[in-house]
């Protein structure tokens, strides 16, 4: 363990490594996710001008007027592309709103897309058009490393090394930009992000623009993650927790408010969620089901477990 509180894992080592590189970053990896259910990431291979570009164009978003963001916020939606407002999202288990607003990128298909109408376009914010430039070319580079970790989760537990490969080619995937504004008031019970777990396979996450995040370990402590510069840190999502039931673990997670000393300063925070397309079966891996850990989920496919979830944190109706 670092004094980070989780592993640190090299991408590279898998990408460009020998064999036995190969092999030691897959036992790693799904030491990592089985255990602690996050993992930093190192030479991860998304570039840093990118990143700072795609910080500084949404400072740039955020600033804009309240009326200016809400003509990106689009009725009917669910939050899935587009400028959701602040106070709109909450935890499953909590009534009490995030102290946050955020706007959502999607899965960018050609017009002639087979299922087109499954992927809505991403509005174009012409007030800042580095935000809607910048966020496509992240979108990208996050997908591909995304899918290289999961191609090492695949052969971790034995399937094929592709296994995911098509499952999340056009997937579902959401990059979402988070503004934590400063805190004006004592907050009503409301922490800037109550404790959750993410909905999607994995998320990646470029380190945020101030602390706070933390998860919640086997003994019930909140940790706190402060990843290095240029590390993402990865988490598993409830998808790829119920795929392998339970095996690797789905952490839960929140971000705390800062000191009162600190209220002033807002949180930017860029979370890539990592989904496969809406019809991958979800159904638990039969490997993954043992007299140990009998089989806890029913089946269900990625599009509806979305749906499903969706409503239970107040973003669709």
Not at 8 to 17: E, I
Not at 33 to 56: A, R
Not at 106 to 122: A, F, I, R, S
Not at 216 to 234: F, K, Q, R, S
Request: some cysteine; aromatic content about 10%.
């Amino acid at each position: 363990m670092s004094k980070r509180n989780i592993p640190v894992v090299d991408l590279s080592k898998f990408v460009q490594g020998s064999e036995e590189d190969r092999r030691k970053f897959i036992a790693d990896l799904g030491k990592a996710f089985h255990e602690v259910g996050f993992v930093g990431v190192v030479n991860h291979g998304i570039p840093k001008e990118l990143v700072e570009g795609f910080y500084s164009a949404s400072k740039s978003f955020f600033s804009l007027p309240f009326s200016t963001k809400k003509k990106y916020e689009i009725a009917g939606m669910a939050g899935q592309r587009g400028f959701t407002s602040f106070g709109k999202e909450h935890a499953k288990q909590s009534q009490v709103a995030d102290l946050k607003e955020f706007f959502q990128l999607g899965q960018y298909v050609d017009e002639d897309h087979p299922k087109k109408e499954l992927y809505p376009d991403n509005p174009w914010v012409d007030e800042t058009p580095e935000f809607s430039k910048l966020g496509k070319e992240l979108y990208k580079a996050f997908e591909t490393s995304g899918a290289h970790l999961l191609q090492a989760i695949a052969l971790y537990l034995d399937l094929p090394e592709n296994y995911f490969d098509q499952r999340i080619n056009d997937g579902t995937s959401i990059l979402r930009s988070i503004h934590y504004p400063p805190i004006t008031e004592e907050p009503r019970s409301a922490i800037r992000a109550e404790q959750h777990e993410d909905i999607n396979l994995i998320t990646l996450l470029v380190g945020a623009s101030a602390g706070g995040l933390q998860l919640l370990n086997a003994a019930g402590e909140w940790l706190d993650i402060t990843p290095e510069e240029d590390e993402i840190v990865i988490n598993v999502g409830d998808m790829l927790q119920r795929l392998t039931n339970n095996y690797l673990k789905s952490t839960t997670h929140r971000v705390v408010n800062p000191p009162k000393e600190q209220w002033h300063v807002p949180r930017l925070s860029i979370p890539f969620f990592l989904h496969p397309r809406a019809e991958m079966d979800l159904t638990c891996l039969e490997s993954c089901i043992t007299d140990e850990r009998p089989l806890n989920y029913d089946p269900i496919t990625a599009g509806d477990y979305l749906d499903e979830r969706l409503r239970e944190i107040g973003l669709k109706k």
